[in-house]
């Protein structure tokens, strides 16, 4: 079943060495394409989710906790329901059974049955004949609470847990615990020649995918529910409304269209989708519920903030001996999918650089703030900052340069983490010299006068893991290929386009494979009535996993097609080549075929033409508990270099440009890839400099909207410039490995790394506000009262 | 997304007549110019006018005149993109132009209008937010409730002023002319404020501003902006710097005045700038240090509290750097201060 044994990293007919890293070979990939939709959302005929218009459609709102921990004791919709044009109102009653996106720890319910965990938890739902009728009634509902004691410390929850904010958990405010350790670190460290110690603190983000989130549900007379959302998980969103509804799956079809970004922030299954398809089952008629911008950052599921604390050592000529981590992880009120979250943020720390010893001890504690989850970089964009911050401390201590600890430190290619994950095909040292080379680092670092630096940083991420959020056996990707006598090749995937283009990449792979036009070519995607199975958008899995089914359905295909062709032109299949639309004997120039003619012949040879394709993991990961979270079938790899300039008197930090080379394997589309690079350095830049997920004191989101939640415009985005590197992995789609979210990750160690290159201080705590910065140089210049600052003012203006 | 509560509206062709309609609805009745605030806040609950009263087709109160004795008269419906845009302006009152330069975003400057501006509500993060937020603290005084939560037991509301033009218009002296149902009449706009963050301006009811008149400004003048906010585009200010710098022939300083805003619920002057920089030759080392001097006034004289987003404590530390660096970009006739 697994397509990963059947074909190399090559084009389609073999001409191809294995591990060659020509692209002249492919007509389709490896070039700069137009995305499939690029058009339609240009021009605004894209349809999103809030586009859909459905007769006798009601509009759903949904009334919230003003109490970050409360009991409810009391909920009397009876006012609401008497306003004219309510249709219904729902409880938590109405949907007692709870869900998780981790099957292991459903702790949500879709509207709040006893407890409100934080402001904006979900209370009840409303369906009236319009939004401003569902909008008055939210008034009319009356809901008496008992408050109770909000945690909003998460070094409080730790270690008090009366009253807990979940009842039935046995660690008290504990979400999850995980404590690994592989070798010896105490001794490890002890023989070390140099140790650095340091506590560093990643604040919270969010997504703020400019799409918010959106739901419609639809019942037919035959008892079918229909739920259009603005998901990035069509799977699992099924399998969670078949559990909390109490459907046979069978009876849900659950359909995404296109959106407005995610970034992480649509991989939960939402209060929303529940309240639509629950009111529209007891409405009989259409529901649909948009949140504004301010319930889209209450349901949140970003960036976790983290204390870390790290202890690193090394050898004298730079090699580390240990690494020691214990990582504090506020977790905010639901577990999401912090099960994961808790390993990724020590699990994914072992690469780039080879760590002979690693311990870490990640505790994930319930806060009464909106739940955090996957963002961009899963868990261990935050662990990734620290500890290349870190390891420039050491690379200080021994007067190395940061880019040669980091060549000195490589794991190496083909080879096995410290914690047994696997790692094929790895690009780390190429993308150093990327980044070496065109930021001119050799010639500039440390010479660009006060106030201005470079700072550099690497690290590693999966492209999907062998880790299905439930157990089971069956592929994690499929694709179904429907073959047309028209020369149209319909393709059926379940992978959830999010904006990054995978129905993009699988047009490309089925006109790679088939020798078509990509014209010829229509995806179906993420319709669960339609399509196979896939996992969805998150862990970086689609290319690597879609792309791989894609390859594998086409293979079945292609192999009719060829033979069709060879038989008719009585010659050898080696001769026939797919290519453009056209079937071309390669040794007679005036022997070829349509594509329509082809598939018609093949259909006269072999009958209705389709195949299906999956793709699976091999076995993968440590033999121990939690061995396989985080272990994936490839690695991609990152280093940045971030040129910084600080003004002194106010403390505002620029980026004036940034470089972000990237390990993708092979770039399917490289101006995708470059795009998935820029944005990813976008976001983390933004991370360090703007952005703050914030609660005040009472435990309310300090600022939910995109006026205070400060996005950086295109006036505060610096140069970008992406450096692709093409390692060819033995096992992605023609050498193909993720793109979407590794290269997020250096960009905010590089950028503290480049303020140190820049002035000498240390930015050890998110964001690197101007206040930081400037409390920063007074510590710096009271610790060190007689360091000569003639050289360094020369910079200064 | 957020609805916008139902209202009427009215689109006159004359002052009089939507003076008119403003009289006879009342206080269910608001003008809207541009409406890059009135929306939000009505998207927020925070004014719930039943009739809006648009003032877009009154053609008169368009456009940037200079009078015959060199005056600028600017119309109060006059874009802010038209305002920072214009020659004159940019000629007469150069303080003016850079501050309508930075007012939001280019999107909202070509909606947003310099009276729309000056009339601008007072900030404060415990108000600029929706219904539902205010309700789960309680409310605030400035709307729907009693008590401060920046000053928590304050008994004065402390929302900022935030509109970018007023601290520039201050330091020009200009004047405000306002028609009524008792007719018109003309303020300096110094006079128009009070420290109140509620209603933080003299504005009668049924009252709309017309024009904002900027006296004739001397061959010497200079003047500059600067402002503080946490992106390059969008933001409010963070805190807000005027300046003024009037010269003679041998460029020595004749006139002098820095007004900050984005403080408390009213710009504020700061004092003894003019007996600092009077007399001072532009570029001279004394020069130099009586803008440290003022920078330093400033500092003593400037207090934010947390009423906005952000470090209160930085936007203090930031008054004397942006005062100072505010008066040496007008010393060089150039400006404004913004980070980029």
Same mark, same amino acid.
């Given at each position: 079943?697994?397509?990963r044994?059947?074909?190399?990293?090559?084009?389609?007919w073999?001409?191809?060495?294995?591990?060659?890293?020509?692209?002249?070979?492919?007509?389709?990939?490896?070039r700069?394409?137009?995305k499939?939709?690029?058009?339609?959302?240009?021009?605004?005929?894209?349809?999103?989710?809030?586009?859909?218009?459905?007769?006798?459609?009601l509009?759903?709102?949904?009334?919230?906790?003003?109490?970050?921990?409360a009991?409810?004791?009391?909920?009397?919709?009876?006012?609401?329901l008497?306003?004219?044009?309510?249709?219904?109102?729902?409880?938590g009653?109405?949907?007692?059974?709870?869900?998780?996106?981790?099957?292991?720890?459903?702790?949500?319910?879709?509207?709040?049955?006893?407890?409100?965990?934080?402001?904006?938890?979900?209370?009840?739902a409303?369906?009236?004949?319009?939004?401003?009728?569902?909008?008055?009634?939210l008034?009319?509902?009356?809901?008496?609470?008992?408050?109770?004691?909000a945690?909003?410390?998460?070094?409080?929850?730790?270690v008090?847990?009366?009253?807990p /904010?979940?009842?039935?958990?046995?660690?008290?405010? /504990?979400?999850k615990?995980?404590?690994? @350790?592989?070798?010896?670190?105490?001794?490890?460290?002890?023989g070390a020649?140099?140790?650095?110690?340091?506590?560093?603190?990643?604040?919270?983000?969010?997504?703020a995918?400019i799409?918010?989130?959106?739901?419609?549900?639809?019942?037919?007379?035959d008892?079918?529910?229909?739920?259009?959302?603005?998901?990035?998980?069509?799977h699992?969103?099924?399998?969670a409304?078949?559990?909390?509804?109490?459907?046979?799956?069978?009876?849900i079809?659950?359909?995404?269209?296109?959106?407005?970004?995610?970034?992480?922030?649509?991989?939960?299954?939402?209060?929303l989708?529940?309240?639509?398809?629950k009111?529209?089952?007891?409405?009989?008629?259409?529901?649909?519920?948009?949140?504004?911008?301010?319930?889209v950052?209450?349901?949140h599921?970003?960036r976790?903030?983290?204390?870390?604390h790290?202890?690193?050592?090394?050898?004298?000529d730079?090699?580390?001996?240990?690494?020691d981590a214990k /990582?504090l992880?506020?977790g905010?009120?639901?577990?999401?999918?912090?099960?994961?979250?808790?390993?990724?943020?020590?699990q994914l720390l072992?690469?780039?650089?080879?760590?002979?010893?690693?311990?870490?001890?990640?505790?994930r504690?319930?806060?009464?703030?909106?739940?955090?989850g996957?963002?961009?970089?899963?868990?261990?964009?935050?662990?990734?900052?620290?500890?290349?911050?870190?390891l420039?401390?050491l690379? @200080?201590?021994?007067a190395?340069?940061?880019?040669?600890?980091?060549?000195?430190?490589?794991?190496g290619?083909?080879t096995?983490?410290?914690?047994?994950?696997?790692?094929?095909?790895?690009?780390?040292?190429?993308?150093?010299?990327?980044?070496?080379?065109?930021?001119?680092?050799k010639?500039?670092?440390g010479?660009l006068?006060?106030?201005?630096?470079?700072?550099?940083?690497g690290?590693?991420?999966?492209?999907?893991?062998?880790?299905?959020?439930?157990?089971?056996?069956?592929?994690?990707?499929?694709?179904?290929?429907?073959?047309?006598?028209?020369?149209?090749?319909?393709?059926?995937?379940g992978?959830?386009d999010?904006?990054?283009g995978s129905?993009s990449?699988?047009?490309?792979?089925?006109?790679?494979?088939l020798?078509l036009?990509l014209?010829?070519?229509?995806?179906?995607?993420?319709?669960?009535?339609l399509?196979?199975?896939?996992?969805?958008?998150?862990s970086?899995?689609?290319?690597f996993m879609?792309g791989?089914?894609?390859?594998d359905?086409?293979?079945?295909?292609?192999?009719?097609?060829?033979?069709?062709?060879?038989?008719?032109?009585?010659?050898d299949?080696?001769r026939?080549r797919?290519?453009?639309?056209l079937a071309i004997?390669i040794?007679d120039?005036?022997?070829?075929?349509?594509?329509?003619?082809?598939?018609?012949?093949?259909?006269?040879?072999?009958?209705?033409?389709?195949?299906?394709?999956?793709?699976n993991?091999?076995?993968?990961?440590?033999?121990?508990?939690?061995?396989t979270?985080?272990?994936?079938?490839?690695?991609?790899?990152?280093a940045h270099?971030?040129e910084c300039?600080?003004?002194?008197?106010?403390?505002?930090v620029s980026v004036?440009r940034?470089?972000?080379?990237?390990?993708?394997?092979?770039?399917?589309?490289?101006?995708?890839?470059?795009?998935?690079?820029?944005?990813?350095?976008?976001?983390?830049?933004?991370?360090a400099?703007?952005?703050?997920?914030?609660?005040?004191r009472?435990?309310?989101h300090?600022?939910?909207s995109?006026?205070?939640?400060?996005?950086p415009?295109?006036?505060?985005?610096p140069?970008?410039?992406a450096?692709?590197?093409?390692?060819?992995?033995?096992e992605?789609?023609?050498?193909?490995? @993720?793109?979407?979210?590794g290269?997020?990750?250096?960009?905010?160690?590089?950028?503290?790394?480049?303020?140190?290159?820049a002035?000498?201080?240390?930015?050890?705590?998110?964001?690197?506000?101007?206040g930081?910065?400037l409390?920063?140089?007074r510590?710096?210049q009271?610790?060190?009262?007689?360091?000569?600052?003639?050289?360094?003012?020369?910079?200064?203006? | 997304m957020?609805?916008?509560?139902k209202?009427?509206?009215r689109?006159?062709?004359?002052?009089?007549?939507a003076?008119?309609?403003?009289?006879?609805?009342?206080?269910?009745?608001?003008?809207?110019?541009g409406?890059?605030?009135?929306?939000?806040?009505?998207?927020h609950?925070?004014?719930?006018?039943?009739?809006?009263v648009?003032?877009?087709?009154?053609?008169?109160?368009?456009?940037?005149?200079?009078e015959?004795?060199g005056?600028?008269?600017?119309?109060?419906?006059?874009?802010?993109?038209?305002?920072?845009?214009?020659?004159?302006?940019?000629?007469?009152?150069?303080?003016?132009?850079?501050?309508?330069?930075?007012?939001?975003?280019?999107q909202?400057?070509?909606m947003?209008?310099?009276g729309?501006?000056?009339l601008?509500?007072?900030?404060?993060?415990?108000?600029?937010?929706?219904?539902?937020?205010r309700?789960?603290?309680?409310?605030?005084?400035?709307?729907?409730?009693?008590?401060?939560?920046?000053?928590?037991?304050g008994?004065?509301?402390?929302?900022?002023?935030?509109?970018?033009?007023?601290?520039a218009?201050?330091?020009?002296?200009?004047?405000?002319?306002l028609?009524?149902?008792?007719?018109?009449?003309?303020?300096?706009?110094?006079?128009?404020?009070?420290?109140?963050?509620?209603?933080?301006?003299?504005?009668?009811?049924?009252e /709309?501003?017309?024009?904002?008149?900027?006296?004739p400004t001397?061959?010497g003048?200079?003047?500059?902006?600067?402002?503080?906010?946490?992106?390059?585009?969008?933001?409010?200010?963070?805190?807000?710097?005027?300046?003024?710098?009037?010269?003679?022939?041998t460029?020595?300083?004749?006139?002098?005045?820095?007004?900050?805003?984005?403080?408390?619920?009213?710009?504020?002057?700061?004092?003894k700038?003019?007996?600092?920089?009077?007399?001072?030759?532009?570029?001279s080392?004394?020069?130099?240090?009586?803008?440290?001097?003022?920078?330093?006034?400033?500092?003593?004289?400037?207090?934010p509290?947390p009423?906005?987003p952000?470090?209160?404590?930085y936007?203090?530390?930031m008054?004397?750097?942006?005062v100072?660096?505010?008066l040496?970009?007008?010393?060089?006739?150039?400006?404004?201060?913004h980070?980029?």
């Open positions: 079943m697994s397509a044994d059947l074909h190399g990293p090559g084009a389609p073999g001409a191809a060495t294995p591990g060659s890293k020509s692209n002249t070979d492919f007509k389709v990939v490896g700069a394409l137009r499939l939709d690029g058009l339609s959302k240009a021009t605004g005929a894209a349809l999103y989710a809030d586009d859909l218009q459905l007769p006798g459609m509009h759903a709102k949904t009334l919230r906790s003003p109490h970050p921990h009991r409810v004791l009391r909920v009397d919709a009876s006012r609401a008497a306003l004219p044009g309510v249709l219904a109102v729902i409880t009653a109405s949907m007692p059974i709870k869900y998780g996106v981790i099957p292991w720890t459903p702790d949500e319910n879709a509207l709040a049955v006893d407890k409100v965990r934080f402001i904006g938890d979900p209370v009840a409303v369906a009236a004949l319009d939004e401003d009728t569902a909008n008055a009634a008034k009319l509902i009356e809901v008496e609470y008992q408050v109770l004691h945690y909003l410390d998460p070094f409080e929850a730790l008090r847990h009366d009253p /904010i979940h009842e039935d958990r046995k660690e008290g405010n /504990i979400s615990n995980v404590r690994l @350790e592989f070798g010896a670190v105490d001794e490890a460290l002890a020649d140099v140790v650095v110690e340091d506590d560093y603190e990643f604040h919270g983000t969010t997504h995918a799409e918010p989130h959106c739901a419609l549900a639809s019942c037919s007379a008892g079918v529910l229909t739920l259009w959302s603005s998901t990035q998980i069509t699992y969103v099924h399998r409304l078949a559990k909390v509804l109490e459907l046979p799956p069978h009876k079809r659950v359909v995404q269209l296109n959106l407005g970004g995610a970034f992480g922030g649509k991989s939960d299954p939402f209060s989708e529940f309240c639509v398809a009111l529209a089952l007891v409405t009989g008629r259409p529901v649909k519920m948009l949140w504004t911008r301010e319930e950052f209450y349901a599921r970003g976790h903030p983290m204390h870390l790290y202890k690193s050592g090394a050898t004298r730079g090699k580390l001996t240990g690494v /990582i992880i506020d905010g009120s639901y577990s999401s999918f912090g099960l994961v979250t808790t390993y990724y943020s020590g072992t690469g780039p650089y080879h760590f002979p010893t690693y311990r870490f001890d990640s505790s504690v319930f806060t009464n703030k909106p739940p955090c996957p963002k961009r970089g899963h868990g261990s964009v935050q662990p990734r900052f620290a500890f290349e911050v870190q420039d401390q690379a @200080e201590r021994l190395l340069d940061p880019i040669e600890i980091r060549r000195r430190n490589f794991q290619d083909f096995r983490t410290v914690n047994g994950q696997r790692v094929t095909s790895n690009g780390f040292l190429q993308c150093l010299d990327a980044v070496e080379r065109a930021s001119g680092w010639q500039r670092r010479k006068g006060r106030g201005r630096g470079l700072g550099v940083a690290s590693m991420y999966i492209s999907g893991t062998n880790y299905p959020v439930y157990p089971n056996e069956m592929p994690q990707a499929g694709i179904q290929l429907k073959l047309d006598r028209s020369g149209l090749v319909t393709v059926f995937t992978g959830n999010i904006g990054q129905n990449m699988v047009a490309y792979v089925v006109a790679e494979e020798g036009k014209e010829q070519i229509r995806v179906v995607a993420a319709d669960t009535d399509c196979p199975v896939d996992l969805g958008a998150y970086s899995r689609v290319t879609v791989n089914a894609a390859i359905a086409c293979r079945k295909l292609r192999a009719q097609l060829v033979a069709a062709v060879a038989q008719k032109w009585a010659c299949e080696r026939v797919l290519i453009d639309g004997d040794e120039a005036a022997r070829s075929m349509t594509s329509v003619e082809v598939f018609q012949l093949a259909e006269s040879k072999f009958d209705t033409l389709g195949a299906t394709g999956s793709y993991t091999p076995k993968l990961g440590g033999d121990y508990r939690g061995g979270i985080g272990a994936s079938p490839a690695y991609s790899f990152t270099v971030v300039e600080v003004d002194v008197e106010t403390g505002r004036v940034a470089w972000i080379a990237h390990d993708c394997g092979r770039a399917l589309n490289p101006m995708i890839v470059a795009g998935q690079m820029e944005g990813s350095a976008y976001m983390g830049l933004a991370e400099l703007l952005e703050h997920h914030q609660l005040n009472f435990g309310l300090s600022g939910p995109l006026l205070d939640y400060r996005l415009t295109s006036v505060d985005t140069e970008l410039h450096l692709i590197v093409e390692s060819i992995d033995p992605g789609p023609y050498g193909a490995k @993720e793109a979407g979210e290269p997020l990750h250096p960009s905010i160690p590089a950028l503290s790394n480049a303020i140190h290159d002035l000498g201080i240390r930015l050890k705590h998110l964001p690197f506000t101007p930081k910065v409390a920063a140089l510590q710096e009271a610790l060190r009262p007689a360091r000569p600052h003639a050289a360094l003012d020369e910079g200064s203006r | 957020l609805r916008l509560p209202f009427e509206l689109s006159p062709r004359t002052l009089s007549e003076i008119q309609l403003l009289e006879e609805a009342g206080p269910a009745a608001m003008v809207i110019a409406g890059t605030d009135l929306v939000p806040n009505m998207k609950e925070l004014a719930t006018p039943e009739l809006l648009s003032l877009a087709h009154i053609e008169e109160l368009r456009g940037v005149r200079r015959p004795e005056a600028l008269a600017i119309g109060a419906m006059t874009s802010l993109a038209e305002v920072a845009a214009s020659e004159l302006v940019q000629r007469f009152a150069p303080a003016l132009a850079q501050a309508c330069s930075l007012v939001a975003g280019p909202l400057r070509a947003g209008t310099l729309g501006n000056v601008l509500d007072t900030r404060c993060q415990w108000f600029n937010q929706s219904y539902f937020w309700q789960a603290l309680g409310f605030c005084m400035k709307k729907d409730g009693s008590v401060c939560h920046v000053v928590q037991g008994k004065n509301c402390v929302a900022a002023a935030s509109n970018d033009t007023a601290p218009l201050m330091t020009l002296g200009a004047r405000l002319e028609e009524g149902p008792e007719g018109s009449r003309t303020t300096a706009i110094d006079d128009f404020w009070v420290a109140d963050g509620i209603v933080n301006k003299k504005l009668g009811a049924s /709309i501003l017309t024009r904002i008149v900027v006296p001397p061959r003048h200079r003047g500059a902006y600067g402002k503080l906010r946490d992106r390059g585009s969008i933001d409010f200010p963070l805190l807000g710097v005027a300046v003024r710098l009037d010269v003679d022939e460029e020595r300083v004749a006139h002098a005045d820095v007004v900050v805003t984005a403080l408390a619920a009213q710009p504020k002057r700061v004092a700038v003019g007996d600092t920089l009077r007399g001072q030759t532009l570029g080392p004394e020069f130099e240090s009586a803008v440290l001097a003022v920078a330093e006034l400033a500092r003593k004289q400037c207090r509290l009423n906005i952000g470090d209160a404590d936007r203090r530390e008054v004397p750097v942006y100072k660096r505010t040496f970009a007008a010393a060089r006739g150039d400006g404004p201060v980070h980029v």
